[in-house]
């Protein structure tokens, strides 16, 4: 939630910062020419909005948006909020919130939308349908259809959660135990750490003493008349607003809006509410430790006084002002490391709106725990630099680049958001007065504005947002730790650091030539020996001279988009026990490219300035880059193709990062029980003795080394089949020519097809069906429950399609009777993973989080699930919904050049033709109800051929806090 995001970036586990600015969302005309604008200038509101206020109060917006076709989200805003709450009535915000939605759920418009499959829970939305931050409490449900009596079913819902009727002292002494134990099983790391530090950064101010998680001793105290008289406070229409996201006609959402919410409560005047206090003095550090960390986390960071709504260009200007030093530092410091890394540390700097009264900068590293003390140093001398000496003027000019580029790149991504996470998006930006322009406006006004920041402007933004002496210095490490240092060792580091700060110059060594292309020469290309075009699908296939096969084909896109990718046949499927982890290794070449004439740095600041977005993974039986960028930066991207498959090098400290990731990704997976549920699945499913199966094993990390993985790279890159799919808004005859030059160029090599590697697919089966109860030492209460089936086999498309079918109802069904009704997990999903490399690989499974005396329970529904879909199969709504779903997501990525070049890369590899691609929806509409319970029923209707896992926490601090099989329970 944006208002109590924690400082925390890269909490050890998600790798991501939790901090994040607001979603720019829409999708609309630029503003005017470009030109010295007046700072009070508004800005451009997104002309695709519909924004409106009924009598009572309530302000509503609608933004017509058809991906998920045929869906509509909605979310409901109230200013209701804990800073709402009395002294005396801490913890109210979040029981009423909490309350009203689960009685809204056992009346009449509840019952109604927890029939309508994800509405409650929408397994995209990632978030749970109740929120409650310092400011607001809102409530979200996706509706599966757009018509006006599904619309009108969600409004209902919403419009009982504002009259608060189900507020009864029997519903609030019966579910107050439930809310906590919900919060409970729901607290992850971030949360914890939450508690553990924004008392202290807001010690005696209103904010700190009004914190918006679940304060038990606090809430235990509430009554019933409390939580009543917060309501009637806090939930007037006239307090509320509704966001609607979806494919609905803005004339019938506006209709029914006005039909079932005006009728509501205005609700008490309130007077206008000045800011809360924030600290005058914040703490000079503050420390804090969690057995589930794994890094050390070190952020700097000062709060001020929010700058208000972003409405004027003035506003926007400031901001983009911020943006820029954030941006220009990061960079120092990720030049500084390069060579030099501690540990394998990673740096992020960001600054933005934390809640309404405050804004946040900050400078975040993580590294091995052992060095927090050189991460404390590092990010107090990078902070101190900037803010004494300011920035220099190359550093000022790329940040510009990137954060222009960042800008463009929310042009393309707001299309692939869904109507729930546009809904998330659009409140957060307008129930807090900002302007919410279009992603197209926003970029065109970054352009605009950006080069007209001075460097005298932007260096004294810097100096006020890292000003040393407003700064406090956070510490988080292991609570494993053997030392863990006190606050005043910590601001005593800090302080001497901040008192010796090296000029800039020192800090970050500039070179003076920065490499503009990635290849000196260009390569001697090769031809195109044959050519096919498959007209129905607009495919065109080449073999080049070099036996890599190529795929292109045009998808006209608004954002000059292009996709590529490149698959390498092989990998993991050829290692043994001496070689097992090398094709994952071999990776990162992707990802921090480097050749004998280019290092990883030069590389990195040749891309810098592009677009260029790259993603790198390993299949059972492949490599795969992937790649998207504009269409003028194609043959940059295809010389960094050339590049990591000509002669790549893969460098020492990439190697050491990659073995430092990888082994806290596998420790990390073992400190949550729904983490370590992979762990065990692996352990049990896949054969045992198989090193290419499964999950990269500890084992295999630990003896790797960098001349091996450099080894098998060289020989992946010019021995191996290659197939690469190039699909966006570029022509065919450019795309080739391109592919002809760069991949012709390539060594010879046999060509790909359903044969490689066919002796190699052989596989020993897995063991037959058990169940399995396990537990390992977390603090994390959440318990991880899974049930599985083998999936379709290789190559089997029709049953492929069938159990995808049977996955959906079985995902529509769970999600109604285990989530809505029964309240027995916190998240549920249901996958089919078909078989690609080996056959028995295939696995269809119910997985869900839940608690420790409920697993049990929840256990058994998924497989009395499993076993009436085998046994009674599914009726003809249910599977026609469940085809309409599959439908609809598989038309939508047929406007995205990236579903196609990743589709395309393994047609040859597979043994398809590029109608298949075309052919899905068709194919889908054919499938009948008896054949999706007939392929289920081959796989998954006895017992003996299902296998269910349960694994629980276990206090760390128990004497035996290893990972202990309790039960194991054959089938057979």
């Given at each position: 939630?944006?208002?109590?995001?924690?400082?925390?970036?890269?909490?050890?586990?998600?790798?991501?910062?939790?901090?994040?600015?607001?979603?720019?969302?829409?999708?609309?005309?630029?503003?005017?020419?470009?030109?010295?604008?007046?700072?009070?200038?508004?800005?451009?509101?997104?002309?695709?909005?519909?924004?409106?206020?009924?009598?009572?109060?309530?302000?509503?917006?609608?933004?017509?948006?058809?991906?998920?076709?045929?869906?509509?989200?909605?979310?409901?805003?109230?200013?209701?909020?804990?800073?709402?709450?009395?002294?005396?009535?801490?913890?109210?915000?979040?029981?009423?919130?909490?309350?009203?939605?689960?009685?809204?759920?056992?009346?009449?418009?509840?019952?109604?939308?927890?029939?309508?499959?994800?509405?409650?829970?929408?397994?995209?939305?990632?978030?749970?349908?109740?929120?409650?931050?310092?400011?607001?409490?809102?409530?979200?449900?996706?509706?599966?259809?757009?018509?006006?009596?599904?619309?009108?079913?969600?409004?209902?819902?919403?419009?009982?959660?504002?009259?608060?009727?189900?507020?009864?002292?029997?519903?609030?002494?019966?579910?107050?135990?439930?809310?906590?134990?919900?919060?409970?099983?729901?607290?992850?790391?971030?949360?914890?750490?939450?508690?553990?530090?924004?008392?202290?950064?807001?010690?005696?101010?209103?904010?700190?003493?009004?914190?918006?998680?679940?304060?038990?001793?606090?809430?235990?105290?509430?009554?019933?008349?409390?939580?009543?008289?917060?309501?009637?406070?806090?939930?007037?229409?006239?307090?509320?607003?509704?966001?609607?996201?979806?494919?609905?006609?803005?004339?019938?959402?506006?209709?029914?809006?006005?039909?079932?919410?005006?009728?509501?409560?205005?609700?008490?005047?309130?007077?206008?509410?000045?800011?809360?206090?924030?600290?005058?003095?914040?703490?000079?550090?503050?420390?804090?430790?969690?057995?589930?960390?794994?890094?050390?986390?070190?952020?700097?960071?000062?709060?001020?006084?929010?700058?208000?709504?972003?409405?004027?260009?003035?506003?926007?200007?400031?901001?983009?002002?911020?943006?820029?030093?954030?941006?220009?530092?990061?960079?120092?410091?990720?030049?500084?490391?390069?060579?030099?890394?501690?540990?394998?540390?990673?740096?992020?700097?960001?600054?933005?709106?934390?809640?309404?009264?405050?804004?946040?900068?900050?400078?975040?590293?993580?590294?091995?725990?052992?060095?927090?003390?050189?991460?404390?140093?590092?990010?107090?001398?990078?902070?101190?630099?900037?803010?004494?000496?300011?920035?220099?003027?190359?550093?000022?000019?790329?940040a510009r680049t990137e954060v222009v580029t960042t800008r463009e790149s929310e042009v393309r991504d707001s299309g692939d958001?869904?109507?729930?996470?546009?809904?998330?998006?659009?409140?957060?930006?307008?129930?807090?007065?900002?302007?919410?322009?279009?992603?197209?406006?926003?970029?065109?006004?970054?352009?605009?504005?950006?080069?007209?920041?001075?460097?005298?402007?932007?260096?004294?933004?810097?100096?006020?947002?890292?000003?040393?002496?407003?700064?406090?210095?956070?510490?988080?490490?292991?609570?494993?730790?053997?030392?863990?240092?006190?606050?005043?060792?910590?601001?005593?580091?800090?302080?001497?650091?901040?008192?010796?700060?090296?000029?800039?110059?020192?800090?970050?060594?500039?070179?003076?030539?920065?490499?503009?292309?990635?290849?000196?020469?260009?390569?001697?290309?090769?031809?195109?020996?044959?050519?096919?075009?498959?007209?129905?699908?607009?495919?065109?296939?080449?073999?080049?001279?070099?036996?890599?096969?190529?795929?292109?084909?045009?998808?006209?896109?608004?954002?000059?988009?292009?996709?590529?990718?490149?698959?390498?046949?092989?990998?993991?499927?050829?290692?043994?026990?001496?070689?097992?982890?090398?094709?994952?290794?071999?990776?990162?070449?992707?990802?921090?490219?480097?050749?004998?004439?280019?290092?990883?740095?030069?590389?990195?600041?040749?891309?810098?300035?592009?677009?260029?977005?790259?993603?790198?993974?390993?299949?059972?039986?492949?490599?795969?880059?992937?790649?998207?960028?504009?269409?003028?930066?194609?043959?940059?991207?295809?010389?960094?193709?050339?590049?990591?498959?000509?002669?790549?090098?893969?460098?020492?400290?990439?190697?050491?990062?990659?073995?430092?990731?990888?082994?806290?990704?596998?420790?990390?997976?073992?400190?949550?029980?729904?983490?370590?549920?992979?762990?065990?699945?692996?352990?049990?499913?896949?054969?045992?003795?198989?090193?290419?199966?499964?999950?990269?094993?500890?084992?295999?990390?630990?003896?790797?080394?960098?001349?091996?993985?450099?080894?098998?790279?060289?020989?992946?890159?010019?021995?191996?089949?290659?197939?690469?799919?190039?699909?966006?808004?570029?022509?065919?005859?450019?795309?080739?020519?391109?592919?002809?030059?760069?991949?012709?160029?390539?060594?010879?090599?046999?060509?790909?097809?359903?044969?490689?590697?066919?002796?190699?697919?052989?596989?020993?089966?897995?063991?037959?069906?058990?169940?399995?109860?396990?537990?390992?030492?977390?603090?994390?209460?959440?318990?991880?429950?899974?049930?599985?089936?083998?999936?379709?086999?290789?190559?089997?498309?029709?049953?492929?399609?069938?159990?995808?079918?049977?996955?959906?109802?079985?995902?529509?069904?769970?999600?109604?009777?285990?989530?809505?009704?029964?309240r027995l997990a916190s998240s549920i999903g249901v996958r089919h993973y078909p078989g690609v490399a080996y056959r028995q690989?295939?696995?269809?499974?119910?997985?869900?989080?839940?608690?420790?005396?409920?697993?049990?329970?929840?256990?058994?529904?998924?497989?009395?699930?499993?076993?009436?879909?085998?046994?009674?199969?599914?009726?003809?709504?249910?599977?026609?919904?469940?085809?309409?779903?599959?439908?609809?997501?598989?038309?939508?990525?047929?406007?995205?050049?990236?579903?196609?070049?990743?589709?395309?890369?393994?047609?040859?590899?597979?043994?398809?033709?590029?109608?298949?691609?075309?052919?899905?929806?068709?194919?889908?509409?054919?499938?009948?109800?008896?054949?999706?319970?007939?392929?289920?029923?081959?796989?998954?209707?006895?017992?003996?051929?299902?296998?269910?896992?349960?694994?629980?926490?276990?206090?760390?601090?128990?004497?035996?806090?290893?990972?202990?099989?309790?039960?194991?329970?054959?089938?057979?």
């Amino acid at each position: 939630m944006a208002a109590y995001r924690t400082f925390t970036s890269r909490l050890a586990l998600a790798g991501r910062r939790v901090l994040a600015t607001a979603l720019v969302v829409g999708a609309a005309a630029a503003p005017g020419a470009a030109g010295e604008r007046e700072p009070g200038e508004a800005l451009p509101q997104d002309p695709t909005l519909t924004i409106g206020e009924l009598d009572n109060g309530l302000r509503y917006v609608f933004m017509p948006h058809s991906n998920p076709p045929g869906q509509v989200a909605m979310r409901l805003y109230a200013d209701a909020g804990s800073l709402e709450e009395l002294e005396g009535e801490q913890g109210a915000a979040l029981m009423v919130g909490k309350l009203l939605f689960a009685s809204s759920l056992q009346r009449d418009a509840g019952r109604a939308l927890a029939d309508l499959p994800g509405a409650v829970a929408p397994a995209e939305w990632g978030r749970h349908p109740v929120e409650v931050d310092f400011e607001r409490a809102s409530f979200t449900v996706a509706l599966p259809l757009s018509n006006d009596a599904t619309i009108t079913t969600g409004l209902r819902f919403l419009a009982d959660i504002a009259r608060g009727g189900g507020l009864t002292d029997e519903l609030v002494m019966a579910s107050t135990p439930v809310v906590l134990d919900e919060e409970r099983a729901r607290e992850d790391l971030g949360t914890r750490l939450r508690r553990l530090i924004l008392p202290r950064m807001l010690d005696g101010t209103t904010i700190g003493r009004h914190m918006p998680f679940a304060m038990e001793e606090a809430i235990c105290t509430l009554n019933p008349g409390e939580l009543r008289a917060f309501h009637d406070r806090a939930y007037g229409a006239s307090s509320m607003t509704l966001v609607i996201v979806g494919d609905a006609r803005p004339i019938a959402v506006e209709r029914l809006v006005e039909a079932e919410l005006s009728d509501l409560d205005p609700g008490e005047a309130r007077a206008p509410k000045g800011p809360p206090e924030i600290p005058r003095e914040m703490p000079e550090s503050i420390v804090a430790t969690d057995q589930q960390l794994v890094l050390a986390v070190v952020e700097l960071f000062g709060i001020s006084s929010a700058g208000g709504a972003q409405t004027t260009i003035g506003d926007y200007r400031r901001r983009l002002g911020e943006r820029l030093v954030a941006r220009a530092l990061q960079n120092r410091v990720r030049a500084f490391l390069d060579g030099r890394p501690v540990g394998d540390t990673n740096v992020e700097v960001w600054t933005g709106r934390m809640t309404g009264p405050m804004d946040v900068a900050l400078v975040n590293a993580s590294g091995e725990s052992g060095a927090w003390d050189q991460l404390v140093e590092l990010v107090v001398a990078s902070a101190g630099a900037i803010a004494r000496d300011g920035l220099m003027e190359h550093e000022l000019e790329a940040a510009r680049t990137e954060v222009v580029t960042t800008r463009e790149s929310e042009v393309r991504d707001s299309g692939d958001m869904t109507s729930a996470q546009l809904a998330f998006a659009l409140g957060e930006r307008y129930t807090r007065g900002d302007v919410v322009m279009s992603a197209e406006a926003s970029a065109e006004l970054a352009r605009e504005l950006t080069p007209q920041l001075t460097l005298d402007e932007v260096n004294a933004i810097a100096e006020r947002m890292f000003e040393p002496s407003r700064l406090t210095t956070l510490v988080l490490l292991p609570g494993s730790m053997p030392q863990i240092p006190d606050t005043e060792e910590v601001a005593r580091l800090a302080r001497t650091v901040a008192a010796d700060v090296a000029p800039a110059h020192a800090v970050v060594p500039r070179r003076e030539e920065v490499a503009t292309a990635l290849l000196d020469d260009a390569p001697d290309a090769g031809s195109i020996d044959e050519i096919e075009l498959h007209p129905r699908s607009g495919v065109a296939s080449a073999w080049l001279s070099s036996g890599v096969r190529v795929h292109v084909r045009t998808v006209p896109s608004e954002t000059s988009q292009v996709a590529m990718t490149i698959t390498i046949a092989g990998g993991r499927i050829e290692e043994s026990a001496e070689t097992a982890g090398l094709s994952a290794a071999s990776s990162r070449i992707w990802l921090e490219p480097a050749s004998p004439a280019r290092s990883v740095a030069d590389l990195r600041d040749a891309l810098a300035a592009t677009t260029i977005q790259r993603q790198a993974y390993v299949e059972d039986d492949r490599l795969v880059f992937s790649a998207s960028c504009q269409r003028d930066e194609l043959e940059t991207l295809m010389q960094l193709s050339h590049v990591v498959l000509d002669d790549p090098v893969i460098e020492e400290q990439v190697f050491e990062g990659w073995v430092w990731r990888e082994s806290r990704t596998i420790e990390a997976r073992t400190r949550s029980a729904p983490h370590f549920l992979n762990d065990v699945v692996n352990d049990f499913v896949e054969p045992q003795d198989d090193v290419r199966r499964g999950l990269l094993r500890a084992e295999s990390i630990k003896r790797a080394t960098r001349d091996g993985a450099q080894q098998w790279l060289g020989r992946l890159v010019s021995e191996n089949p290659i197939e690469v799919a190039i699909a966006g808004d570029v022509s065919r005859e450019e795309a080739l020519e391109l592919a002809r030059i760069y991949l012709g160029s390539l060594a010879p090599r046999d060509r790909v097809g359903p044969a490689s590697f066919a002796k190699m697919r052989a596989s020993e089966p897995a063991l037959p069906g058990f169940e399995l109860t396990i537990s390992t030492p977390t603090p994390n209460p959440a318990t991880g429950v899974l049930v599985a089936a083998r999936g379709s086999e290789p190559g089997d498309e029709r049953t492929r399609r069938r159990l995808d079918l049977a996955a959906r109802v079985l995902a529509n069904r769970l999600t109604v009777e285990a989530m809505q009704r029964n309240r027995l997990a916190s998240s549920i999903g249901v996958r089919h993973y078909p078989g690609v490399a080996y056959r028995q690989s295939g696995l269809i499974f119910a997985v869900g989080i839940t608690d420790e005396d409920s697993a049990g329970d929840l256990a058994g529904r998924f497989e009395g699930a499993f076993a009436r879909l085998a046994k009674l199969g599914v009726s003809e709504e249910e599977l026609d919904y469940a085809r309409s779903q599959l439908e609809a997501e598989h038309t939508a990525r047929l406007e995205d050049p990236k579903f196609w070049a990743s589709a395309m890369a393994q047609l040859e590899y597979r043994g398809r033709e590029p109608e298949w691609i075309l052919d899905e929806p068709g194919e889908l509409r054919r499938v009948t109800s008896l054949q999706v319970q007939s392929s289920f029923a081959t796989v998954g209707a006895g017992i003996d051929d299902r296998w269910r896992f349960i694994v629980k926490p276990e206090a760390p601090e128990a004497p035996d806090a290893q990972q202990e099989i309790r039960v194991n329970t054959p089938r057979r």
